[in-house]
């Protein structure tokens, strides 16, 4: 499965963007997705998790409440819609899926074989 990243730009804080994962290569409804995020200078870290049903989501805790992910599987789409956003928002977000636990919500990005090229978000005070 190919899958590329959309929707970054520039917003001003308190305001919001809608990031989309659009699937090529395969039903995309077969795989779990995970959305990760890297600021300028740190690591990799989780943002939010949805299983192949979405019968399951996951967030972290630094954006539970500001954010939602959610999937359209006839548009073979994942999104995460996020509000409220903040100086700290700032990074560049990477969609990730795995077929492998396709049932669960992963926050582990090392069990993401498949990842997106990534879309930068600015967040500015």
């Known amino acids: 499965v190919q899958l590329q990243a959309s929707g970054g730009g520039l917003v001003q804080a308190g305001g919001s963007l809608r990031l989309s994962c659009a699937a090529s290569g395969d039903t995309f409804s077969n795989y779990a997705v995970g959305w990760f995020r890297q600021g300028p200078g740190k690591g990799r870290k989780f943002v939010s998790a949805?299983?192949?049903?979405?019968?399951?989501?996951s967030y972290a805790d630094s954006v539970k409440g500001r954010f939602t992910i959610s999937r359209d599987s006839a548009e073979n789409t994942v999104y995460l819609q996020m509000n409220s956003l903040e100086p700290e928002d700032t990074a560049v977000y990477y969609c990730?899926?795995?077929?492998?636990?396709?049932?669960?919500?992963?926050?582990?990005?090392?069990?993401?074989?498949?990842w997106g090229q990534g879309t930068l978000v600015t967040v500015s005070s």
């Open positions: 949805i299983n192949w049903s979405a019968g399951r989501t």
């Open positions: 990730a899926a795995n077929f492998r636990y396709r049932t669960q919500v992963v926050d582990k990005f090392s069990l993401y074989p498949y």
